[in-house]
């Protein structure tokens, strides 16, 4: 039987096998994968990519009929939002030390290991480098969280919860409600994908000639994915590049206290989650932003969600592309521009992220810089803006071209034993690379920003 499933997993793979004929390898091997390991309920990873796969996913559901069990770990308001904030990286938790248990990060560390599975000495321990949770967004990390862990500990839901993510490009987004369905589902891969989530794109419902297609073909291929799954989360991304009422298709399955008929089959809603994601308003949030925290002496942790909720429900009524979907949204959900103090924190997450990498690499003992760097790089950034217009995307590339890319050229040419020692300081305007090797004289090099 092992010999078999390896046999239909190389016909699967094949980049000859297309169409029907990868369906039916998938669905072959997914029961080779029950025959073989009987207690095992999980898929192979690229049976639920796959499964995800535009065009087809909702031909995969009523074949595979695969489970998407929830981490019950997940679902406590304190773990879930210690994932979701802005954490940094800390050597204690890169060598698994979560002795710190009644913190947040003691939290964060437990959770982080419960997503990856990961300890100190194993292959997935660089997934302990990355940048994680989502800078300066308190407001949509307490909202969501509270909104994800009521739903999901209520035994019925009185409807779907319905979540509009609302920012300009780049403040994290998508970002967060990647880190969100990897967070919730035990099979989701890195990408956030697995079985019970669905991810749409709104750019591909555009035409508004077609708007009677993209209904029929947006009812049928959620209802199948929720009778599969009704625990199912519903991602809709970039929302504003639908036709203008295509979104109403969904009202009929956002009823109160009842399941819903369709296509002959009964159909319970109440427990699915939809997210979506807009640009739309985004510059009202960010506006807003602005004004609010100069009335309140730049304190952010004084913004309140009852701040945004009726600007943005009138924002986006005016500006929506859809006409009764918009009574159905539970919370609008505001995602703030990153002013200086966020952009910071951004630029120090980026340099934390490249340092830990660095150590479990084995080429840099220790990556040290101060504040001058920061702050340089910050503005830069912001160009005496009030905010970065660029969002995480544009800090990413600035301290990559700027800082990480000197470093890793300063090592290529050092002669020496690794591991170094690493120090970014700022001199006249200039980012100084100097590297201290652990058997040799120290070397020193200039970049100009």
Known sequence: RESVCVCVEHIFTHPCTMGWGRLVAAAVLSLCVWAVEPPRSSLPALVVD???????????????????????SMLDLGALIS????????TAELQGDDSD????????????????????????????????????????????????????????????????????????KTWFETLL?????????????????????????RNPALINDYRASLKQRVADQVAYCQQSFIVIDEAQFMARGVLDAFVDFMGFNQPVEHNGRTIDFRKTVFLLTTNAGGKRVSSLTLQLLSDRGNNRDKLVYDDYKAVLKNELAAKATWLTFK????????????????????????????????????????????????????????????????????????????????????????RGALPVGVLLSVEEGRLNVEITPSAAPKSHQTTEL
């Open 327 to 414: 009574n159905r949204v539970d919370f609008y959900v505001p995602f703030l521009p990153m002013t200086a103090t966020e952009v910071d924190t951004a630029v120090e997450r980026q340099l934390e992220s490249f340092a830990c990498f660095a150590q479990l690499d084995g080429k840099v003992a220790r990556l040290q810089w101060t504040p001058q760097v920061v702050r340089l790089l910050t503005d830069q950034l912001l160009a005496g803006q009030p905010s970065a217009t660029g969002g995480l995307s544009e800090v990413k590339s600035a301290v990559s071209v700027a800082a990480i890319a000197p470093i890793k050229r300063a090592l290529l040419r050092e």
């Open 101 to 172: 248990k009644d913190s947040n990060k003691g939290l964060f560390s437990a959770a982080w290991q419960a997503l990856t599975g990961a300890s100190a000495t194993d292959d997935k321990a660089h997934d302990r480098c990355m940048p994680r949770g989502v800078i300066g967004q308190h407001l949509a990390v307490e909202v969501i969280s509270f909104a994800i862990s009521e739903h999901y500990s209520t035994a019925q839901p009185q409807k779907p919860l319905v979540l509009f993510l609302i920012g300009e490009p780049g403040v994290g």
């Open 181 to 205: 369905r990897k967070s919730l589902y035990e099979q989701a891969n890195d990408d956030g994908r697995g079985p019970g989530i669905l991810i749409l794109s709104g750019a591909d419902y």
């Open 50 to 72: 796959a499964a995800n796969a535009p065009g087809w996913g909702s031909q995969f559901i009523p074949i595979l009929g695969h489970p998407c069990p929830l981490r019950t």
């Open 83 to 90: 994932v979701l904030d802005d954490a940094p990286v800390t």
